[in-house]
C-alpha cells in the first residue's frame, strides 16, 4: 500500500515501457545486401493477440529483462553463508534479548493459556501471510496487477485502501463464533494486501524478494521472543509515542507528491525517515503487539473479553508488511550502489 502511494508514476512509466518492448510488432529483415530484397515469399497472416496474452508477455519479458545473471555457487560458499546467516540471526536474537529483556517475567514463566492463545495467533498470522503471498503470485503471473495499473493507479490506490480498511473493519467487528462471515473477510482482508504487494514482484528481482522475506521473519521473530518472555505489560507504554511514530512515517511518505524535484537533500532527508524510521517504528508495534495479546490473553481467561486470535493476527500481519517492503527497498537501494 505505502509503496504504491509513494511512486504511482514510477510504478506506471516503467509497466509502459515494458509493454512497449511487448506490443511492438517485429520489424521486417532486411538481408545483408545493401539494396533491400523483394517481396519473394509471401506474409503469414497473423492471428490477433488477446490483451490477457500481451500482458503475460509483459511480465515475463519483464522478469527475464530485471533478472542479473547469478554466477554458480558452490558447496563451500553456500555454507558459509548460510553459517554467516544463522550467526546474524543468532546474534540479534541475542542482542535484542539482552538490550530489551532485561527485566523478565516475575510470574514463573508464561502460563498455558497465554502460550495457547499466543500460538494460535502466530498460527493465523502465517495464514494471513500465505494467503498474500499466493494472491500476490497469482495477479503477477495473470497480469492482473498490470491491467489494473495501467487504467489509472490513483482510482485503484484508492479503491484498494477503501476496501482494505473496510474488509479489516468488518473483520474486527464480526463475532469469532460467525466463522463464514468472520474467516471471509478475513480473507477478502489479505487479498486487498495482496493487490499492494503484487508490484514489488514486478519491480524487485526473486533473490531480493526472498532475503526480505527472511530478514522480516528473522526480525519478527527475534522482537516476538522479546515480547513474549519480557515482564507483563512492560512495554504497552509504547502505543502512544508508536502512533506519533507513525505519523512522522506517513508525513514523510507523502513528501515527494509535495516537495520539488530540485529538493534533492529534503527529498533525501524523508526517504531514510520512510525507510529506517518505519523499520524501526514498525519493530516497536510488533513488541508492543505482542504484549497487547498476552494481555487479551488474561483478559479472555477472566471473561472480561471474547478470545478472538483473527483479530490479534491483522496487527501482526500489518507489522510484517510493512518490515517487508522497507526491507525489499533497502535492499534494491544496495544493489543500486554497487552497481
Known amino acids: 500500500m505505502a509503496f504504491t502511494m509513494r511512486q504511482p508514476f514510477r510504478l506506471t512509466s516503467a509497466l509502459g515501457a515494458v509493454s512497449k518492448t511487448a506490443f511492438k510488432s517485429n520489424a521486417p529483415i532486411r538481408s545483408f545486401h545493401s ?3 523483394t517481396n519473394f515469399f509471401t506474409s503469414r497472416i497473423s492471428t490477433p493477440i488477446s490483451t490477457l496474452t500481451k500482458a503475460r508477455n509483459a511480465f515475463k519479458q519483464s522478469r527475464t529483462y ?7 555457487v558452490t558447496n563451500g560458499n553456500l555454507g558459509q553463508k548460510l553459517l ?5 540471526v543468532g546474534g540479534t536474537l541475542f542482542a535484542v534479548n539482552l538490550v530489551f529483556n532485561r527485566e523478565t517475567r516475575e510470574d514463573g514463566g508464561m502460563p498455558a493459556f497465554e ?29 492482473f496487477i498490470y ?5 489509472n493507479p490513483w482510482v485503484v490506490m484508492i479503491g484498494g485502501i477503501g476496501l482494505s480498511i473496510g474488509t479489516m473493519m468488518g473483520t474486527r467487528a464480526t463475532d469469532p463464533s460467525n466463522y463464514v462471515q468472520k474467516y471471509g473477510l478475513w ?29 522480516t521473519v528473522a526480525m519478527m521473530a527475534s522482537i516476538s521472543f522479546v515480547g513474549a518472555t ?9 502505543g502512544g509515542p508508536l502512533l506519533a511514530g507513525v505519523a512522522i512515517v506517513a508525513v514523510s511518505g507523502f513528501a515527494p507528491l509535495i516537495l520539488p524535484a530540485t529538493a534533492v537533500r529534503t527529498l533525501a532527508f524523508t526517504e531514510n525517515i520512510w525507510l529506517y524510521g518505519g523499520l524501526a517504528v514498525f519493530g516497536g508495534f510488533t513488541l508492543y503487539d505482542v504484549q497487547k495479546i498476552l494481555m487479551h490473553a488474561r483478559m479472555a481467561e477472566q471473561g472480561l473479553i471474547q478470545k478472538d486470535s483473527v483479530n490479534e493476527s491483522i496487527s501482526l500481519e500489518l507489522d510484517f508488511l510493512n518490515i517487508f517492503i522497507r526491507m525489499v527497498q533497502i535492499l534494491m537501494l544496495q544493489q543500486n550502489r554497487r552497481k
Open 84 to 88: 554467516v546467516g544463522g550467526a546474524m
Open 115 to 143: 502460550r495457547v492463545y499466543l500460538n494460535d495467533t502466530f498460527m493465523h498470522t502465517g495464514l494471513g501471510v500465505g494467503i498474500i503471498a499466493i494472491s500476490a503470485r497469482a495477479m503477477f503471473q495473470s497480469g
Open 35 to 37: 539494396k533491400p530484397a
Open 230 to 238: 519480557a515482564k507483563q505489560e512492560k512495554y504497552l507504554y509504547l
Open 66 to 72: 530485471m533478472q542479473q545473471p547469478v554466477p554458480p
Open 147 to 151: 491491467r489494473l495499473m495501467a487504467t
Open 187 to 215: 480473507t477478502a482482508f489479505n487479498v486487498t494486501q495482496a493487490a499492494f504487494i503484487a508490484p514489488l514482484l514486478f519491480m524487485a528481482p526473486p533473490a531480493i524478494i526472498g532475503r526480505a522475506a527472511l530478514y
